[in-house]
């Protein structure tokens, strides 16, 4: 079975400040690793998705992230925020099986 | 739009009725997922359908919810007899087999409120 843990339930930030959202995962076999955004009241949108090769995958709107196994984490950064990006953030695993295993989510909130 | 779509949006029952809620897929995916949302939780895997075929089911699915995709194209997600546990946001999603890469595509949501 996998989980997936976010250390920062809420992460309050300045506009053009760095952010990082921070994910660690637990599982047996192989997996994949995804971020999504959830904007307020609508569905999921996939940020970026680690599958295989390069452990620095880029996504959308800016964002990166970094795989480490030996750390068993996924970290979500980019390196100047904005208002823009306020929303919550999942970070999701699949291995085994098709379905993603999702945290908790992380309340990304931009300040001016 | 060519999303995933659900309908409805917005769904308020009174405890014990049943409910129904339709997924429809984009057009060429298939496989479709059903994922349920609470308040302040990441969405936990239902159940997943490859075409026709229910090829997954979660301990969560209790014997009150069913769900179907009769003909490979939209779903159905039925809660019978609900209860106020049940409100939550209720996520369809799909993809398209190809290899690793089955990226997941999610809809709005049906967000049910159990009185």
């Known amino acids: 079975a996998q989980s997936v843990t976010q250390l920062d339930s809420q992460v309050p930030v300045f506009e053009e400040a760095p952010v990082e959202l921070r994910c660690n995962y637990s599982?047996?076999?192989?997996?994949?690793l995804f971020w999504y955004v959830q904007y307020p009241n609508q569905g999921l949108q996939l940020l970026l998705k680690y599958l295989s090769g390069s452990t620095l995958v880029k996504g959308i709107n800016g964002f990166e992230a970094e795989f480490n196994k030996s750390q068993t984490s996924f970290h979500l950064r980019k390196p100047s925020v904005h208002i823009s990006d306020t929303a919550e953030y999942f970070c999701?695993?699949?291995?085994?099986?098709?379905?993603?295993?999702f945290g908790k989510g992380t309340k990304l909130t931009v300040n001016p | 739009d060519t999303g995933v779509s659900q309908n409805p949006r917005h769904k308020i029952t009174k405890r014990g009725q049943n409910v129904t809620f339709r997924c429809d897929p984009i057009?060429?995916?298939?496989?479709l997922y059903w994922y349920r949302q609470t308040l302040g939780q990441g969405p936990e895997f239902l159940t997943y359908?490859?075409?026709?075929?229910?090829?997954?089911k979660s301990r969560l699915l209790s014997d009150r919810f069913s769900a179907e995709r009769p003909k490979g194209s939209f779903s159905t997600l039925e809660i019978q007899r609900t209860e106020q546990g049940d409100s939550a946001m209720y996520l369809c999603?799909?993809?398209?087999?190809?290899?690793?890469?089955?990226?997941?595509?999610f809809g709005p949501g049906t967000r049910l409120t159990v009185l």
């Open positions: 359908f490859q075409n026709e075929a229910q090829l997954e």
């Open positions: 999603a799909s993809s398209l087999q190809r290899g690793i890469d089955n990226e997941q595509f």
């Open positions: 999701a695993v699949k291995g085994g099986s098709e379905k993603l295993v």
């Open positions: 057009s060429e995916h298939n496989r």
């Open positions: 599982s047996s076999v192989s997996v994949y």
